[in-house]
């Protein structure tokens, strides 16, 4: 199935860094999610964007929906062990249909 | 406010066996979602439910799986009979509807594994 593309695929930081990560898409979409997935568990909403240009904030991390609709990012800052895991984007075009998952970062922390 | 619930959080099956998942959504949540998610993947729709209405199947493989929302509550999806690439992840998020957006949330997931 369609598929977002998700950069990088896994990223080994140092304790204390600040980390980056996107989405692209070739459709555009009316809502980019982030989504943190733990082994054996269930992804958990992190952020979730509504407007082209939407810039927010969720402690750590932040996100922005990209101008063209077709784009996001999330930025964690000053990184720490707990961060580890696995971070997905999901982009929804109309409200209630399927998100369209990346395939994911993987983030490691070493302290 | 509890979670989506599933069960169970995992299943060994032989091949050709059936299996059947349950999801209870959060409370109110109208829309309930089924996701299969592979081995470093991201989760991919299966089905889609309205209340009790499927409003989208296409991505379900009817020959060998069936869902199933009865009261337009909890859900149950079936594999029969199951098959070695089913051997996967399967989520279940639900949403409310406010307006023309809305967030999913997840379960835990079942861990499927077909020997």
């Known amino acids: 199935g369609q598929q977002l593309n998700q950069s990088p695929q896994s990223m080994f930081i140092q304790e204390g860094e600040d980390v980056s990560m996107n989405c692209t898409s070739s459709s555009i979409f009316n809502t980019w999610l982030w989504y943190k997935q733990e082994p054996g568990e269930g992804p958990v909403l992190l952020i979730a964007l509504y407007k082209a240009g939407e810039l927010t904030s969720n402690g750590r991390l932040t996100a922005q929906f990209g101008i063209t609709r077709k784009d996001s990012f999330l930025n964690i800052s000053a990184s720490i062990p707990s961060d580890v895991g696995i971070y997905f984007c999901?982009?929804?075009?109309?409200?209630?249909?399927?998100?369209?998952f990346g395939k994911g970062t993987t983030l490691s922390v070493s302290s | 406010e509890a979670g989506v619930v599933q069960s169970p959080r995992y299943k060994i099956i032989e091949k050709k066996q059936p299996v059947a998942f349950w999801c209870n959504p959060i409370?109110?949540?109208?829309?309930l979602y089924w996701y299969l998610q592979n081995l470093g993947q991201g989760p991919e729709l299966l089905i889609r439910?309205?209340?009790?209405?499927?409003?989208?199947d296409s991505q379900l493989p009817k020959d060998r799986f069936s869902a199933e929302r009865l009261k337009g509550v909890d859900s149950t999806l079936k594999i029969q009979p199951a098959e070695l690439g089913d051997s996967a992840v399967y989520l279940c998020?639900?949403?409310?509807?406010?307006?023309?957006?809305?967030?999913?949330?997840f379960g835990p997931g079942t861990r499927l594994t077909v020997l």
């Open positions: 439910y309205e209340n009790e209405e499927a409003v989208d």
């Open positions: 409370s109110g949540h109208n829309t």
């Open positions: 999901a982009g929804q075009g109309q409200a209630g249909t399927a998100l369209i």
């Open positions: 998020a639900s949403s409310p509807r406010r307006g023309s957006t809305d967030t999913q949330y």
